[in-house]
Structure formats: C-alpha cells, structure tokens
C-alpha cells in the first residue's frame, strides 16, 4: 500500500511545488528583510540619538530574545495547530510589530517592539522550512529547500537597499524604513488562504479527507493518476491519539539533536555578531555613513550566488558535506575579514564571508527537518533554532567588549573559532539525502 507521503515524495516538481516556494519564500525574503533593517538603523540611531556601544548591543539583541522564545514555541505549535496557521500568525505578528517599532520615541520602546517583532520572526522560520520540505520530491528536497533560503538574501539585499537609499536621506528616514515592515501583516493574508496545509500533519490529527484532496490536486498537477480509494492508507482516530509524540532526545535521536544545536549555536554566533554590527563596524574605521551602506550593500550581493552554489552542490555532495565545507569556509573568510585594512580587501573578504555563510545557512535548513519523525519534526528544528537564538543574543553584546579588547582581529577571529566548531559538529550529522521523511 503506497502513504500518502510515498505518492507526494515520488512526484516530479510542478506548479504547485513552485506556488508553495514562492509563497514561503516572500515571508522568509520578508523576514530577513526585518533582521536586517535593524543593522542599519542601529548605525542611524547612534549617530542621532548619540547611543552607547551597550544601547546599541541591547537594540542589536533583544529581537534575538523574542526569536530564541519564538522559535521554540512555533515548532511545538506547528505540530499540534498546523504549520500554515502558525505561519500566517507569525508574519502577523512582527509585521504589526515592526510597523509599530517606526513610531518609537525611545529606546525603551524601541526594545520592546523589537522584542515582540523577535517572536513572530523566531516561530516563523522553522515552521516555514518544515513545511515546504514535508511538499518537496525526495530526489530534489534538498536543493527545494535551499532555494527557500535564497529568499533570505533576497531580503537582505532589500534591507540593504532601503538602509542605503532610505535611511540616511533624512533623521525619519529610519522610521521610514522599519514602516515598510508592516508588508508582512498584509501577506499573511496570503499564507492563510493561499498555501496548503502539512499532509503528515492533517494525517496526524485523522483529517485524511484533506490530506487526501492536497495529495490529489498535486498529482493532478503533475499528470499522475490518483491512487484508487480502497488503496488509501487510514489511520484512526485511536490510532492517531494512541500514537507516541516521541522527544528529540530519544536515544535514537539525541547525538543529532547535540550535534545539530551545536551547528546551530555556532552559526547563529557568527552571522549575527558579523551582519547585525557590520555598517557600525565600518563606521567606527572611519568610514561615512552612506559608504559604510555601501559597501553593506555589496558584500550582501554576495548571499545570492552562495545559495545558488549550495543549492546545487546538496545534491551532488549531500547535505552534511556541503554545510561542512561552506562552514570552514566561513571560518577563513571570518578571520581574513578580521586582518582586513583596505576598502578593497574589506568589500572582498565581507563578500567571501557573505558567500560561505549563506550557502551553510541553505544546507543547515535543508538537513534540519530530514533528521527527525513527523510528530516532532517541528519541535526537533524549532528547538535547534532556539537554542541557536542564544548565540544570536550573545553575541551582538559581546562584539563591544571584544571589539575593546582587541579590535576587527578579535572580533573576527572569534567568529572564525565558532564557525570551525559548528563545521566539526556539522561533519556528525547523518546523511538523508535521498531518502523519504520519516513517519514515526
């Protein structure tokens, strides 16, 4: 007897694989559109506002805050109401939130928002990856759900284009940015109305009925005779009730699980201290604001082409060798950003860095959902990205006192140091390229 998620996995990719893709990928290129907007006014306010260094850190981190908490709570959401209801909620939230955040008088008020915005970005990203890798044919999921991360540097090229042409045209200029973030409520809308539901999660709760009408209009799509009623598999209510949640640390799970969350601590801390403070770093050498944008500008036109070589090389090397080698990449490109001096060497190695990093960021949420059983796949990645959230806290507020401490070098090197061991715990994971998600 064929699953349901046998006829989906077997299937070519069609319209309708594209259709969810792009839908998931406007909220992702969304999302990262809000993260790094914050860079940019965080370089603005210090100069209006006359910020502290630590300010600057608390503005830098706070979101990480709420995307630590939201991370975790949308995994375990999205798999008891659904991965598109937690979606559409989440790009509700920090849509409003944001929007709200370009009216701030203070920095007090500025913190909270950026709290609230946290948490809606935090559930969202998880559920967004689980959801189009439990759509995505086997033979091509991988490669799918890197292109989905694509739409990251989509919107961190938008962010960098808004911070470059908006931000400093006047002092609301930064309020003119963050407003565009109120785009995100409105799409909800789309995500709630326009994307279909996890096939394995309606199964999960005994809504086969739905299930089976999403696995037939994609296999009308791509010209596949349906499978015969009596032919179906069905699962019980009893059945569905009786049948174990599991926990990601199961014996039979907890060394992916450690090796996973040390991936993901280490990457968060290097992405985040690098990107998060890159335009202030760049003034604090002495560059103005507008170049200090600008070179922000190019080194993150560099994310594009590293997607687009992760996306081919998870199918050709796999998924954990890809992470590894773009990780120890970004390891050496951390450290020669560290020793740069000139504007040539800093745009080239801020590239270089911007290329590895994006493309392990690709390969780490096309692995992630392949590591764990439908019951807890959204608690196993969310999980992952909370405890990653963490480093994402930590490491905007230590880049001042390493900053002190020993300057570019210190900084980058330890970035470098991070990214070395989030390659090593990369190289552990199990191999799944290839294979059907698990059910149980």
């Known amino acids: ?94 849509g409003l939130a944001t929007g709200a955040a370009a009216l701030s008088t203070s920095v007090a008020m500025l913190i909270v ?3 609230v915005v946290g948490l809606g970005l935090g559930a969202e990203l998880p559920v967004a990856s689980t959801l189009v890798s439990e759509f995505a044919p086997r033979k091509v999921r991988g490669r799918v759900v890197v292109a989905l991360e694509a739409f990251w540097a989509v919107g961190w090229l938008l962010a960098a284009l808004i911070g470059y042409f908006v931000v400093p045209t006047s002092d609301n200029g930064w309020r003119w940015a963050l407003a565009v973030g109120l785009v995100p409520a409105a799409y909800a809308l789309v995500v709630r109305f326009g994307l279909p539901e996890s096939v394995r999660y309606l199964e999960s709760r005994g809504r086969h009925a739905e299930a089976e009408a999403i696995v037939r209009d994609y296999e009308q799509s791509a010209g596949v005779t349906s499978v015969p009623e009596d032919e179906q598999p069905v699962r019980t209510v009893a059945e569905v009730e009786r049948a174990p949640r599991g926990s990601v640390w199961a014996p039979n799970l907890r060394r992916r699980t450690a090796a996973l969350w040390i991936v993901w601590f280490g990457i968060n801390f290097s992405y985040y201290g690098a990107f998060i403070w890159l335009p202030s770093l760049l003034v604090a050498q002495g560059f103005d604001l507008v170049t200090s944008f600008g070179y922000t500008l190019l080194i993150t036109l560099a994310q594009l082409p590293g997607y687009g070589v992760a996306a081919w090389l998870i199918e050709v090397w796999g998924r954990r060798l890809t992470l590894g080698v773009f990780l120890a990449g ?90 070395v061991v989030a390659a090593l715990a990369a190289f552990t994971l199990p191999e799944r390229a290839g294979t059907v998600l698990d059910e149980r």
């Open 330 to 419: 970004s390891a050496v490109s951390a450290g020669l950003f560290g020793l740069a001096e000139t504007p040539g060497t800093i745009v080239a190695a801020g590239m270089a860095l911007s290329f590895f990093n994006l493309g392990a960021w690709g390969a780490l949420y096309a692995i992630g959902p392949e590591l764990y059983p439908t019951p807890v796949r959204g608690a196993g990645t969310g999980s992952a990205a909370a405890f990653g959230r963490l480093a994402s806290i930590i490491a905007p507020l230590l880049v001042p006192v390493l900053l002190g401490a020993g300057g570019n070098g210190l900084v980058f090197g330890a970035f470098a140091a991070s990214f």
């Open 113 to 115: 928002l950026r709290f």
């Open 1 to 94: 007897m064929t699953t349901r998620t046998q006829r989906l996995h077997a299937l070519p990719f069609t319209g309708r694989h594209r259709r969810l893709l792009t839908g998931s990928g406007v909220g992702w290129a969304l999302d990262a559109m809000d993260v790094g907007l914050i860079s940019f006014v965080m370089a603005a306010l210090a100069v209006q506002w006359d910020l502290s260094s630590t300010q600057l850190s608390w503005i830098g981190s706070i979101g990480f805050v709420g995307m630590a908490i939201g991370a975790s709570l949308g995994g375990l959401l999205a798999d008891r109401i659904g991965r598109r209801q937690v979606f559409a909620a989440t790009l509700l939230v920090y």
